[in-house]
Structure formats: C-alpha cells, structure tokens
C-alpha cells in the first residue's frame, strides 16, 4: 500500500464549482486513507459534517485601521506556513489562481526547504477574465508558472492559460476534467410533483388533477457572465406554448435585478428563486431540462450534475461545454444569445416524449462513461504523487 499523503487543501468555500471540486477530491482523498487538511477562510459548504482524517484551518485576515481592504493572501500565506510546519504537508492543493497560488508561492519561500510542493487548479475565470485584467496578469502568470504542478478541468482553458496569460509553452499543464457522484446525483425513479406546489403555490389548484407541468431549471452564482436573463427570456419563450415553470437556484449580484425582470414579465407565479442552496438535489432530479445560456464556461459543472440526474442541457457553445455535452446526443448547444433556437430546443424536447427519452439516457451514460468521481480522483492521486518529484518551473 503507498505511503498515505498529508494534503494541504485551499479553495474558495463559496457555492462555485472550484469550492465543489475542491471539497471532493479533498473528502475522496480522505476516504482513501490520506490526511487533508482544509486552510479556507471558512468551512466549504459541501464539508457539512464530521469526515474522518479530514480537517479545517480558519484564515483570519484581521482589520487593522491601517489597512484599507482585508490582507487575506498575507493572512492565507501565513496559514499555510502554520499548517504545513504542524501538520508535515507532503503538498498544497490551491483553486483558482488568484490569491491562492500567490499565497502558496509566498508561503513555500517562507517554508523553504521544508516547504511542500504546490499544485494549483485553474478553473475559468481566475483566467479568461480575473487573471487577464492587465492589473493581476503578472503576478498570475507568475504564480502559475511557479507551482510544481497545474492542472486545468478542460482542453480549453489549458489553451486559455497560455494564450490569455502568456505562459511559457515549456510549463507543462495537466487536464483532469471535473466530476460528479453519479451515486448521489442520479436519475429520479419518476419525476415528482409534490414539492411543486410547495414551490408555486399557484399550482395548488392544479394539484388535484395530478397535471404535472414541466420544469425548467438553472443553477449559478448570479453573476452577469450567467446570463439569467436569457434563462428568463428562453423561459417567458416556451411559456407562450408550453405551461411551464422556472426554478432559480443560487444567488449572487444579478439577482435583484432578474427578480424584477421576472415580476415586469408578469411571470412572478410560475418562477421560483430558491435562493443559494446547500441541498437541492431533490428539486434537481425531478426537473426536465437544464438551462445554461452562459457567455463563458471553463466546463459546466452545473451541467454535469444535471446530466447525472438524466436531465438534458439547452446551453451556449462556449469555452469547454461542447467537450462535456455533445450537440444533438444529451443536449443541445446554440451560439450566445441565441434566445430563438434555445427556446426551439426546449421544446422539441417538451414535446416530443421519445426524442426526450433518448438525450436524458444518452446524458445519463455520458456521465456514467467518462465523468464518475473514482476515476478522476485516481487521476489527482497519481499526479500528486508525480509531481512530489518534480522542482519548480521558472518564467524565461
């Protein structure tokens, strides 16, 4: 048996698919023997009990009146040098480039000889947006190329990363996509209604009749890269012909303003805000499509849980989507804001039971085939045990 490894686990705790992925390869990890600890500036929300070998290490950036904004790299950096001095780290695992990397890179010069070798995972915006603004894209660029090991969910954003960011072709970038726990996230045996009227009350009348309506469903952090109001326009689109209802899971800045949209629309009955959501998977498997309309996605871990549940996605052709949902198989992409041919997909699916049939199936085994949870942590398991070998890359 291999010598148990002691990892070093930084992510943001928030709802995001970094935190996510994150979280499960840490609790993965822990479940085959090996320590790991979580150095975050709160519990990640999916660490929400007590996990054998597994534990958590509070950041506290403390406001000093001479400070103007909060010193959380600096505090995390010197959090990472506590718990790898303790603790003994083998390696740190950071998501998302910025300050996670910076920290870590800081904390291994602290550290020296006993520092523990950096991995850093990039997930999206830490480059096609936050570490390409002209302010940060050094001290990004620097940070990646300074860790012992990166890795990318997608073929996509390891072309972004050299190409946005202009890091050297000679610093090798590792693909090992995202994953889901198709044990956990899976197709309801039949699609339920009773927490629809819990949800729109205006349904209650329709309860008795057992006439239950289709339900459209989208997940995110709210954010104007999202584009909800095109989840909200697809959706006042297949209203005009099909009795449909919306669910809105997340939250975020967009939010206010979506709400408002929805009440100007006069559709306020027949779309739910669940608000950002610990548990929600009960409403995720008894849904019928997933809507992801967004102007960028590194890969759509939102889209993977739902074909999981055996949902097909209605989604833009960006970024790494068309490497997780292939056009015409489990589901259907469109070029950004093609408001028109969503609203044509979705219903086609709606309407045509057997065509329906056939992507969530197709979206089911994709998943089963290529996405399971076991394999990609046996991926992370060998690459840290790879890169525990390996020295620093450096900028020329």
């Known amino acids: 048996m291999s ?28 479940k085959r023997g090996h320590r790991v600890h979580f150095i975050c500036y709160e519990v990640p929300f999916r660490l929400d009990g007590f996990f054998e070998n597994v534990f958590f290490h509070a950041v506290e950036a403390r406001d000093y009146p001479l400070f103007e904004h909060s010193p959380y790299p600096l505090a995390l950096a010197s959090k990472m040098v506590e718990v790898a001095t303790y603790e003994k780290l083998d390696l740190l695992h950071v998501h998302y480039a910025i300050p996670h990397a910076t ?12 520092a523990p070798k950096v991995i850093t995972t990039l997930h999206g ?22 860790s012992d090991g990166i890795t990318v969910p997608s073929e996509y954003l390891r072309r972004a990363t050299y190409e946005k960011l202009y890091v050297p072709p000679a610093v090798p970038i590792e693909v090992i996509p995202n994953f889901v726990d198709t ?31 289709p339900v459209l469903i989208h997940n995110s952090n709210f954010r104007p890269l999202k584009r909800v109001e095109d989840v909200v326009r697809i959706f006042a689109g297949v209203r005009e012909h099909i009795p449909c ?13 979506i709400e408002g949209m929805v009440h ?35 890969f759509g871990l939102a889209a993977l849980e739902a074909m999981s549940c055996g949902l097909p996605v209605v989604a833009s052709k960006v970024g ?34 057997a065509y329906y049939q056939r992507m969530s199936a197709a979206a089911r085994r ?15 398991e060998a690459y840290y045990r790879r890169v525990l070998g390996q020295t620093p890359r450096t900028i020329e």
């Not at 920290?103 to 006993?114: C, M």
């Not at 209802?245 to 303003?257: I, Y």
């Not at 100007?264 to 009955?269: F, I, V």
Request: a negative charge; charged letters at 20%; glycine letters at 10%.
């Open 245 to 257: 209802v919306l669910v809105l899971v997340g939250d975020g800045p967009e939010r206010s303003r």
């Open 125 to 146: 915006t830490d480059i096609t947006v936050v570490g390409s603004d002209a302010s940060f894209l050094p001290i990004t660029r620097f940070s990646i190329a300074q």
């Open 103 to 114: 920290s870590a890179y800081l904390a291994r010069q602290i550290l020296a000889a006993n």
């Open 183 to 213: 044990e956990r996230f899976k197709p309801a045996p039949s699609k339920g209604w009773e927490h629809l009227p819990r949800l729109f009350p205006a349904l209650n009348g329709a309860a008795k009749s057992r006439n239950r309506p």
């Open 320 to 353: 790494g989507l068309p490497e997780v949902i292939a056009n015409g198989e489990h589901g259907l992409l469109h070029p950004v804001g093609d408001i028109g041919g969503m609203v044509a997909s979705v219903r086609k699916l709606l309407e045509d039971a």
């Open 264 to 298: 100007a629309l006069g559709l306020s009955d027949w779309v739910c805000f669940l608000g950002a959501q610990l548990h929600f998977l009960e409403v995720l498997e008894n849904s019928d499509v997933f809507l992801l309309p967004s102007e960028t996605e590194s």
């Open 366 to 380: 994709s998943v089963e085939e290529k996405w399971k949870r076991e394999p990609m942590v046996d991926r992370y």
């Open 3 to 30: 010598t148990p490894l002691r990892i070093g686990m930084t992510c943001y705790p928030t709802f995001g698919g970094s935190g996510v992925i994150a979280t499960e390869i840490g609790l993965s990890m822990a």
